[in-house]
């Protein structure tokens, strides 16, 4: 199994531009995590999908931030438009009806860096 | 409110030596703690957990105590190897089964 992929892994963009990042989850897992993670505040859960279904997005910043996933093998979180403060690195995890005792599978991570 | 408070951003230990990582958490709900451990440029990765119904979990070089009385746990290792510097991160999940992450630590073990 290839683990959790992410793209791109490195994204540099201009302040107010739109950003994509993009995630699979390993076959089988039908829990979806978004997790941001800076200085500060360490790893925040953005939202959290159940069977493509988003069950928790209160973590999501604002508006400017969107979160999808079309099917079980894809997701997208949207930035629009980005900001300087937008700046972090966006994990994606995933897991078996978010089992916690053996905890998620991350990706490497996209490093968004907003210019 | 950060309901999973590592109160140690850094941590710095002799190869050889015992490392000890702790965790405070306020929510009383919880009831599995997890650690991971995160390398530069990777996500992080699950080490060990531990169930709220134990106070002790140990795997190899790594062992989880939890203290539910102080809302604390803490992770040992033993001895301490230069592979082992990384970020550790404290999670804990509650009957939403979500993880709720502390903001971590970087244990630093030097040669």
């Known amino acids: 199994d290839a683990g959790v992929i992410q793209s791109p892994r490195h994204e540099v963009t201009e302040m107010g531009q739109e950003v994509t990042l993009r995630c699979k989850p390993i076959?089988?897992?039908?829990?979806l995590f978004w997790y941001r993670q800076t200085m500060m505040r360490g790893l925040e859960l953005l939202i959290y999908?159940?069977?493509?279904?988003?069950?928790?997005d209160s973590g999501m910043p604002e508006d400017r931030f969107s979160a999808k996933m079309p099917n079980a093998s894809f997701s997208t979180l949207k930035i629009q438009p980005s900001e300087p403060r937008d700046s972090a690195v966006y994990f994606c995890?995933?897991?078996?009806?978010?089992?916690?005792?053996?905890?998620?599978?991350f990706g490497s991570g996209t490093r968004l860096t907003v210019v | 409110d950060q309901q999973v408070k590592q109160n140690s951003p850094s941590l710095s230990v002799q190869e050889g030596r015992i490392s000890i990582l702790n965790c405070d958490y306020t929510?009383?709900?919880?009831?599995?703690f997890l650690w991971y451990k995160k390398y530069p440029a990777e996500g992080p990765t699950f080490l060990i957990s531990?169930?709220?119904?134990?106070d002790k979990n140990e795997d190899g070089r790594f062992t989880v105590f939890l203290n539910k009385s102080a809302k604390h746990l803490s992770l040992h290792i033993v001895p301490s190897q230069p592979g082992d510097s990384a970020v550790y991160f404290c999670?804990?999940?509650?009957?939403?089964?979500?993880?709720?992450f502390g903001s971590g630590t970087q244990l630093t073990v030097l040669p």
């Open positions: 995890a995933s897991s078996y009806d978010g089992v916690a005792v053996y905890g998620y599978t």
């Open positions: 076959s089988g897992h039908n829990s």
């Open positions: 999908f159940n069977n493509n279904v988003p069950i928790d």
């Open positions: 929510n009383s709900m919880f009831d599995y």
């Open positions: 531990i169930s709220s119904i134990k």
């Open positions: 999670a804990a999940s509650g009957s939403a089964r979500q993880l709720t």
